[in-house]
C-alpha cells in the first residue's frame, strides 16, 4: 500500500483494465467508445512519472485498439487527483512528450504517432477549479490571443470530476462492482460522517464485489481505505456495518486483516513517538501494520505457500515494494508472481 491511500486504492483497482475499462468508457465521448475495441485493453508497463514526484502522484497508461482491426493503437493515460491543480494540463504535455518518445524509440520507421487521450479522474471535495485547455496556461493579452493561438500547443484533457457526479449516475455506470465502489468511495469517503448511512445504499454493490474472484481480498482494500481517510468511522461501527450487510465471514476477515493490524501499527507507532519524535513513529506504525496486513492477506490467499522466508523479506521491503506487491493482490496468479522485483 502506498503512503498515500487514495494512490494505493486506484492503482490497484483501477490498475487492472477488467476495472477501468468501464471508467474510462464512461467519460471518453460517445463516439470515441464506439470506435474502440474494449475487450484489447491492456496496462502498459512502466511509470512517466518524473522520480521525484513517485510518491505523490500515480499515472495508468492502457493501449487499445481501434475497431475494425487496425493496427494503430490507443494510448488511454489515466491520473486521478484528490485536489485542484492548476498545473495539471502541463504535467499531461509532459506525459505526452514522454509516451511519444519511448513509442518512437520502439518504431523508428513510423510514419504517424499513436493518439494519446488523457483522462483524470477528481475526487476532491469541491468541484475541479484548474483549466482543462493547455493552452490557457498561457501568459497573453487578450486581444492578441487569436492571432498567436494556431502557433501554440494546444490539446483539453477529459475530467472526470466525482464532486460533479450525482450518484445515482456512479451506480448506473456499466462498470464492475468492485470499479463502482471505489469511484463512490473516492466521492464521499473523505468527507461525510455519515458514510455508512451511504454504504447502506450500496449494500447489493458489496455483496457482488464479495461473489467475484478473491472479493474479499478486494473488499478488504476498500474498508482499509475507508479507514484511513474518514476520521468518522470507528472500528466497532464498521465491523456492525459489514456484520449487517455481508455477513459474520466477510466481517471477520475484513476487520482481522485490515482495521485491527493498522490500528496496532498506528498505536505502535503513538508509542514510539514519545521517545523518537511524534512524526517519525506515527510513520513507521502506519508502515509496520501495512506490513502485517499484507502478510495476512497473503496467508489467507496462498496458505502454506507464505513461509518464514516471505514474512522476513516482507519486513526488510521498502514501503515502495510493499506498495508495489499490494497492488498486485487482485491480479497475481500465484506467489512468486506477486512478489517478483
Known amino acids: ?21 468501464g471508467a474510462l468508457r464512461s467519460v471518453v465521448p460517445a463516439a470515441v ?19 521525484a514526484l513517485r510518491t505523490r502522484y500515480t499515472d495508468l497508461l492502457f493501449s487499445v485498439a481501434w475497431r475494425g482491426g487496425q493496427d494503430a493503437l490507443v494510448y488511454l ?9 492548476g498545473w495539471m494540463a502541463f504535467r499531461l504535455l509532459r506525459y505526452l512528450v514522454r509516451i511519444w518518445e519511448r513509442w518512437m524509440s520502439e518504431h523508428p520507421h513510423a510514419k504517424a504517432l499513436p493518439v494519446i487521450v488523457p483522462v483524470v479522474l477528481y475526487h476532491g471535495a469541491d468541484p475541479w477549479s484548474a483549466p482543462v485547455a493547455f493552452d490557457a496556461l498561457f501568459d497573453i493579452p487578450d486581444a492578441v490571443r487569436p492571432a498567436i493561438a494556431p502557433h501554440q ?47 447502506e445504499g450500496w449494500a447489493d454493490v458489496l455483496r457482488e464485489v464479495i461473489s467475484a474472484p478473491n472479493g474479499l481480498e478486494a473488499l478488504a482494500l476498500v474498508m482499509r481505505y475507508i479507514l484511513l481517510v474518514n476520521e468518522h468511522v470507528e472500528s466497532e461501527e464498521l465491523q456492525a456495518f459489514l456484520q449487517r450487510v455481508v455477513g459474520p465471514e466477510a466481517k471477520d476477515t475484513i476487520m482481522t486483516a485490515g482495521e485491527r493490524l493498522i490500528q496496532q501499527g498506528v498505536e505502535r507507532g503513538l508509542q514510539q513517538g514519545l521517545q523518537q519524535g511524534l512524526q517519525q513513529g506515527i510513520q513507521q506504525g502506519i508502515q509496520q501494520g501495512e506490513c ?16 518464514a522466508d516471505t514474512e522476513r523479506r516482507l519486513e526488510a521491503a521498502s514501503p515502495e515494494q510493499i506498495a508495489i506487491w499490494a497492488e498486485r493482490m487482485l491480479s497475481a496468479a500465484s506467489l512468486r508472481e506477486l512478489l517478483a522485483d
Not at 464506439?34 to 511509470?47: Q, V
Not at 494546444?154 to 463502482?180: C, H, K, N, V, W
Open 77 to 85: 493515460l489515466f491520473e486521478h487527483q484528490s485536489t485542484s491543480d
Open 33 to 51: 467508445g464506439e470506435a474502440l475495441d474494449w475487450p484489447t485493453l491492456a496496462r502498459c508497463s512502466g511509470n512517466f512519472v518524473d522520480p
Open 292 to 307: 502485517a496486513l499484507l502478510l495476512r492477506l497473503l496467508r489467507q490467499r496462498f496458505g502454506d505457500q507464505v513461509g
Open 153 to 199: 500547443v494546444r490539446f483539453t484533457y477529459l475530467l472526470d470530476d466525482l464532486s460533479e457526479i450525482p450518484e445515482e449516475q456512479l451506480r448506473a455506470r456499466a462498470m464492475t462492482a468492485l470499479g463502482r465502489l471505489v469511484e463512490v468511495c473516492f466521492k464521499h469517503a473523505r468527507t461525510r460522517p455519515d458514510l455508512l448511512e451511504i454504504l
Open 1 to 21: 500500500m502506498s503512503s498515500n491511500p487514495h494512490d494505493a486504492l486506484f492503482g490497484a483497482v483501477l490498475g487492472q483494465p477488467e476495472h477501468a475499462r
